[in-house]
């Protein structure tokens, strides 16, 4: 038979969660807050930093600790609705997002669960991160997914419905916030527009460099495109804008990073 240049691989089987997921998501309705943020004298820092000792700050861990502090702050951003028509506020932000691992050679992408990132610092996060990297497939979410996605899609999504009935068992097994990045694979300013299941989730964007007024000189700068995503079934336009200032600060002023080279 002639060869008409093209070929037949598997189907990812993590990819299934993305099937069920988008299913779920189609049943919120989300607004969207493009915004960027000065990231120029955070990511100094971490360059500075990394000159002096050789080691990275993990930019992600940095947002993750701004996203907890901002969440702690009005945790009715994470509020979770239950079938009886209540809000569930929990104290903890749980964290889901996305890291980039090796399986068998290969680099895939798999989700971790960063717990109550409102009560940890900058290093906490960051150790959890590499740890998580290093041994992600003897944890607990590793071996809930390797069965899960291997069951029929009826039953998949029968679950999902139920556990998303169930604040206690979502934040167990979703968190309460989602952040992913988009922009950690190519260069410039871009932003994404995300498929979500939580009450907020933030996605991170490109990062452009363009020259900017400061005290009335003009200098380059370096913008992070930040999507904001919120459930507006929960959450209002006025608490929201005031989270996304809230977090803005944080992340433009450095939060967490003169702590975590302090005690280097």
């Known amino acids: 038979m002639e060869n008409i240049g093209y070929e037949v691989v598997p189907f990812p089987k993590i990819r299934r969660l993305m099937v069920d997921g988008g299913r779920l998501a189609r049943q919120k309705h989300l607004i969207h807050g493009l915004v960027e943020m000065d990231v120029t004298d ?25 996203l907890g502090r901002a969440v702690d702050m009005n945790k009715h951003m994470q509020a979770i609705r ?34 109550a990132v409102n009560r940890k610092s900058l290093r906490e996060v960051y150790e959890e991160i590499r740890a998580f990297q290093t041994e992600h497939e003897s ?52 932003w994404g527009i995300p498929v979500s299941n939580h009450t907020l989730q933030i996605t991170l964007g490109g990062v452009a460099e363009r020259p900017a007024l400061v005290n009335g000189q003009l200098e380059n700068r370096e913008y992070l495109c930040v999507t904001v995503t919120l459930d507006h079934d929960i959450v209002d336009g006025a608490p929201a804008a005031r989270f996304i200032q809230r977090l803005k600060e944080l992340v433009e002023s450095g939060y967490g990073i003169s702590e975590f080279i302090e005690k280097v």
Do not use: Q, Y
């Open 42 to 66: 955070a990511r100094r820092l971490i360059r500075e930093h990394k000159a002096k000792t050789g080691e990275t700050i993990s930019f992600t861990a940095f947002i993750i600790v701004c």
């Open 82 to 115: 239950t079938w009886r028509e209540k809000l569930v506020i929990f104290e903890d932000v749980d964290v889901n997002t996305m890291f980039e691992v090796e399986v068998d050679g290969h680099r895939i992408i798999r989700p971790h669960i960063l717990r």
């Open 139 to 190: 944890g607990r979410e590793a071996n809930f997914i390797g069965w899960f996605v291997l069951l029929p899609a009826f039953i998949r999504r029968f679950f999902l419905g139920m556990l998303f009935k169930n604040p206690h068992w979502l934040k167990d097994m979703n968190g309460t916030v989602s952040l992913t990045s988009v922009g950690m694979f190519g260069n410039g300013g871009g």
